[in-house]
């Protein structure tokens, strides 16, 4: 039997978390949470519940993935006979049957060394926002290049590439995928439940400030491995460029020229682009208002997340660390 193990990072939580860390006892040989700096209670908890508590050193700038390589080392120490590791973030609760069934794909399939499935936001009536989340996070399911942060992974395939890098503020499984995926490893998704998310998300503000990370992120991992034959993120990047700055930029630069006629066809263009995601998402079986909302929001955000792309190549430039984007309250 193998022995699996589960890292769940996470903050002010509330009893979000006490239902989190509860639809994973039991599931679990060893469970270990991983708190950076919560003031609600949560280690306390945590505790309370018979779940191993680390606490990071907020003297040192915190990211998830410093949280989830903190979670993985204490485990490591707890259980050195660990097999699989399942991360999962502290607004989330693993759906039932979730771990067996990831694990007996590992146990089965010895070149796979990362696993998830369908995570689904638990409350998509309550914004727009959280509606947005639950159709971003429904991708195709099959051999994947990259996960999010709900995933069970082969410890000794994650000791061998070193963990994820502590030093990225987002989008840090993606670039661990990337790693695993060139020492030999494959990344599968389930078509399967894994967890139920939470991302109370209820404002416009809150929106943004989560497009500008993922702007930054698509940045940094093109930065990192944006060279052939991977190429991560680069066409992303390429894209947030394009439509959130080039095309804006040629459009007002041209209006007197063209009697405003170049505005017109730029809104034609945005149009169009909404259009086409539209019949994307629309194609997997979203509704028609929901596929339109998103065609929509997904132009829209061209323009957060290209702050997020500046940000990251001012502060490269200029040997500048960002700290990590909160997004939510």
Known sequence: MNSIGV????????NRLKECL?????????????DSGSTDGSVD????LGVNVVELDLSIPFTAARGRNAGFEYLLQ????????QFVDGDCLIVEGWVEKAAGVLKAKPEVVVVCGRRREEFP???VYNRLCDIEWDTPVGEASACGGDAMMRVAALKQVGGFNPTLIAGEEPELCVRLRQAGGKVLRLDAELTLHDAQMMSFGQWWKRSIRNGHAYAEGAWLHGKPPE????????RIWFWGFILPFLAIATVWLTGGISIILL???????AFRVYKYVKARGINSF????????CVLDKFPQLIGQIKFHSSHFLGIKLTIVEYKS
Do not use: C, P, Q
């Open 7 to 14: 890292v769940v990072i996470g903050r002010n939580e509330g």
């Open 22 to 34: 509860l639809s994973e006892l039991g599931e679990a040989k060893t469970v270990v949470y991983v």
């Open 45 to 48: 908890l945590a505790s309370n």
């Open 78 to 85: 707890m259980d050195k006979t660990v097999d699989f590791v």
């Open 125 to 127: 009536a309550n914004s």
């Open 231 to 238: 190429k991560h993120w680069v066409k992303e990047s390429r």
């Open 267 to 273: 809104l034609a263009a945005y149009i169009l682009l």
């Open 290 to 297: 929901n596929a339109l909302l998103y065609g929509l929001f």
